[in-house]
């Protein structure tokens, strides 16, 4: 009986162990299938990080998003001069660049950025489908014996056309490589393990991020330094919470040595690890306060996907893509006029250039705090999946970026990109007429918007940028802030004992725990073309004006009086309250029916401004946050508001110090730079992880349509609309 009893244990162990394993086997993410194939850095993180450890018809809107199906790259090939590199380019950029003689002859080198080098802005003007592709060509950033080389890549030929090193002002963008090359560095050294354990801390619980150094005018700024703080896991996912304060070590990226360790707070306790978990599994008492909503299109979406990257709505049509330093790339933005039908020209490309965050604490371990998120690093690299249904809602569109890897092998960011139309019951026009006219009109329409996501996760911090377009032509580039508070470490686990004269340089949040005051700051660079290359830029004045006596009741007005700027340092705009104005990109070659010269306006939001002195050495290399508006003329080289090597940047090639060259930019092709600022003073509601906080500014026609643009769309009634029952009588 007992040998009966046995076999069946071991008959059914079987069965489960079998129907486990093919469980397991069904969900795995895929692998590739040969080296064509890409590595997906949301499944396989370990295997992009080095060498050692690694490793045509349009797309239409038939979909399921909420069970996002990974796409195979390794057969994708470029249909507009502006797509990214493909797999195969990248493989061939790899095999390019390991044969040319000066990075062969080294005994070693990386590829800190490789992207495509676009070709001329006339070229990709004049260019149109069914006409040959463009000349294919990657830009290559490498850093080989301590020196940085923009390469250009010929991808025809086969040859590298371009190889300039270049001035020692700056350190490229740190690969994942890099980044676990920091973490490790302090692991191999027996005084920085010794003084964990003096702490009482177990190295297996410890979590240690790599943070870039900043530049301060110090002698080291000829060696690739970044800084690592490490946390306490035990207890918790939300290590962000349990800083081991004070402990803050000084890695060279190059040696992969330890220069220093800096330990002045052994005397500061490691916050508890109680509450500070935020994942729903981890709730004791989850709130359920609301039903689940989601928008429902019984006709699907309005939007299609052509080629992979050319995205059509309404009337708008775009080029979209993903970049490892900008996250998103948005370009060829046109609107098809609802009167003539011709696709008009409004911004040949926009991203976010660079983020600033310097954080307002002086001391030993918090001075340096002053990031530059996109470039020191990526701010396309640290973009995670979006996640269906909660990030993006059912009816979105997913796009994957394709990037390199620190030894050239290509690599996949899955769902990194959402597109998806978006109804939140807004108001797109309306009028109802008075009962006293007799009249009886009430005339609406819905606003229904298209919007392009991506999420950045740099550390603690997550970024959520839409570039959200509305049928009237108006463009919203929003920015909500959530994720995660980086806190420092006190004895003190009530305000009752903080000393009066004691600067906490921030809030108590929790027992032990500060939230220190800081600043976002992100720089958009928007190459507006409206109707064409040649713009200018106005700056609307609005003043008071006296009212002569006699005239009328009134004793003032408001005027607008308008300013073309000739120079850049004529559109180098401060907002201010007192001194309101309107700022306007104008066509002047191109005047509307009436004789207005067609544009698009800026409508500001985010408007928080630095307060750090000019001379700090933060503020020189974040000198793009000196103003909110810029303009420059177009030059391909000026793309990155910080310059092009930020990591130890000294503030020499930036945005700030480009425009002091004060060129002419009336009726020139120009660019717009926009400032968003926020200034954040935490909270016990930011603690343990923080509500998102939105801001937005807009580009908005002016005059650039003869009429309204959406005069003639219909109004939604019963019929067009699905029914949906409620839960209770389904």
């Known amino acids: 009986m007992e040998g009966r009893n046995l076999f069946r244990f071991l008959f059914f162990l079987v069965i489960g162990v079998f129907l486990l394993l093919l469980f397991t086997w069904a969900n795995l993410p895929y692998l590739p299938h040969n ?50 590199l493909t797999v195969q380019e990248f493989d061939r950029v790899r095999t390019i660049i390991s044969s040319h003689a000066p990075l062969k002859a080294s005994a070693g080198y990386t590829l800190q950025a490789v992207a495509l080098e676009e070709p001329e802005k006339p070229m990709v003007l004049r260019w149109k489908k069914g006409d040959p592709m463009l000349p294919r060509r990657a830009s290559v950033v490498a850093y080989v014996k301590g020196e940085s080389h923009v390469l250009t890549v010929d991808l025809e030929s086969g040859r590298v056309t371009r190889d300039d090193i270049l001035a020692p002002s700056g350190f490229p963008m740190m690969t994942i490589a890099d980044m676990n090359v920091a973490t490790a560095a302090p692991l191999s050294d027996g005084n920085f393990n010794r003084t964990i354990i003096e702490r009482g801390i177990d190295l297996a619980d410890l979590a240690c991020l790599p943070l870039s150094s900043g530049w301060f005018g110090s002698s080291d700024e000829k060696r690739r330094l970044v800084k690592v703080q490490c946390y306490s896991l035990k207890g918790t996912a939300n290590f962000y919470m349990r800083p081991i304060e004070g402990l803050t070590v ?36 989850p709130m359920n306060l609301l039903n689940a909503i989601s928008m429902e ?32 790339i948005i370009s060829r933005v046109m609107f098809r006029d609802p009167d003539t039908g011709i696709l008009r020209n409004v911004m040949y490309k926009g991203l976010t250039s660079e983020l600033f965050v310097p ?84 005339e609406v329409r819905p606003k229904v918007t298209l919007v392009v996501r991506m999420a950045a996760s740099v550390a603690n911090y997550d970024y959520i940028v839409d570039w959200i377009f509305q049928a009237d032509g108006l463009i919203r580039i929003k920015v909500g802030l959530s994720g995660i508070l980086m806190v420092k470490g006190s004895p003190y686990v009530n305000m009752n004992q903080v000393p009066r004269e004691e600067d906490l340089y921030g809030t108590l949040l929790s027992e032990n725990v500060i939230g220190v005051i800081h600043d976002h700051f992100l720089s958009f660079y928007l190459d507006m073309d409206v109707d064409g290359p040649d713009n200018s830029f ?34 180098q705009i401060k907002f201010k309250l007192y ?24 409508v500001a939001g985010g408007t928080a401004a630095s307060l750090l002195d000019h001379g700090d050495p933060p503020q020189k290399r974040g000198a793009f946050t000196n103003n909110q508006i810029w303009v420059t003329p177009y030059n391909r080289s000026e793309q990155w508001a910080g310059g092009l090597l930020v990591s130890q940047s000294q503030g020499v090639d930036t945005l700030a110090v480009w425009s002091d060259r004060n060129r002419p930019i009336e009726n020139k092709d120009i660019v717009l730079w926009y400032t968003m600022g926020f ?33 003639r769309i219909p109004p939604y009634v019963e019929n067009d609309l699905p029914i949906c029952k409620p839960a209770a009588s389904a």
């Open 35 to 84: 080296k064509a194939e890409l590595l997906d850095c949301a499944a396989f993180s370990p295997w992009c990080s080095s060498k050692s450890k690694s490793k045509p018809s349009p797309i239409t809107n038939a979909f399921n998003p909420t069970r996002h199906r990974r796409r195979q790259h390794s057969s994708d090939i470029p249909h507009h001069p502006l797509d990214p």
């Open 538 to 571: 106005v700056k609307v004045n609005l003043e008071k004006q006296m009212v002569v006596d006699g005239e009328t009741p009134r004793t003032s007005l408001l005027k607008a009086t308008r300013k073309v700027a000739k120079t850049e340092k004529d559109a």
């Open 579 to 602: 001194e309101p104005a309107e700022f306007h990109v104008i066509n002047p070659s191109k005047k509307t029916r009436v004789g207005n010269p067609v544009g698009y306006k800026v």
């Open 679 to 711: 200034h954040h003073i935490p909270c016990q509601e930011d603690f343990p992880i923080m509500p998102t906080v939105s801001s937005s500014f807009e580009l908005k026609p002016v005059n650039f349509f003869e009429s309204n643009p959406i005069l």
């Open 359 to 442: 954080y307002m604490d002086p001391t030993d371990a918090w001075y340096f705090k002053t990031y530059m998120d996109a470039g020191e690093y990526g701010f396309g690299l640290q973009a995670m999946p979006l996640d269906p249904l909660n990030d993006c809602p059912r009816n979105a569109y997913y796009m994957d970026g394709v990037f390199a890897a620190a030894d050239g092998t290509p690599f996949v960011q899955s769902n990194m990109i959402c597109v998806f139309e978006s109804y939140a019951g807004d108001i797109g026009w309306r009028h109802a007429e008075s009962p006293i006219t007799g009249m009886g009109i009430r």
């Open 297 to 328: 299109q019984a006709k699907g979406p309005s939007f299609t996907v052509e080629d992979d990257h050319l995205i059509k709505w309404a009337n708008w049509e775009f080029h979209l893509k993903a970049d490892s330093r900008a996250g998103v």
């Open 250 to 285: 000084l890695v060279d990226l190059d040696s992969k040595q330890v220069v220093q360790i800096s330990d002045r707070g052994k005397n500061i306790p490691i916050p508890d690890a109680a509450n500070t978990d935020y994942r729903y599994s981890a709730q004791n008492k």
